[in-house]
């Protein structure tokens, strides 16, 4: 799925996931408004640390994805259920 958020999620540990045109974007903003997004969000995370946030991004995917839940929005129930899946597993 890509959405105005997933335009700061990275696909490996190298490349940052680029919004298609006009997908998903709010009124009033244009591409140009989500390359600077984009671009600013890549800046302001280490490698390391949006490796790490991709790899939450796809066990959550993934958890989403087996139950037949939408990823985006997020439900806050669905969230709280995949939370507390984690946390019994063992997982941070």
Do not use: H
């Amino acid at each position: 799925m890509t959405t105005f958020m997933n335009v700061a999620l990275p696909v490996s540990s190298s490349v940052v996931a680029v919004v298609e045109p006009r997908a998903g974007l709010p009124a009033g903003l244009t591409d140009v408004d989500a390359a600077r997004f984009t671009a600013a969000l890549a800046a302001a995370r280490t490698e390391a640390t949006r490796t790490v946030y991709a790899q939450a991004w796809r066990q959550w995917d993934r958890w989403c994805a087996k139950r037949g839940i939408p990823d985006m929005p997020g439900d806050p129930i669905a969230l709280s259920a995949y939370l507390t899946e984690c946390a019994e597993a063992g997982k941070a």
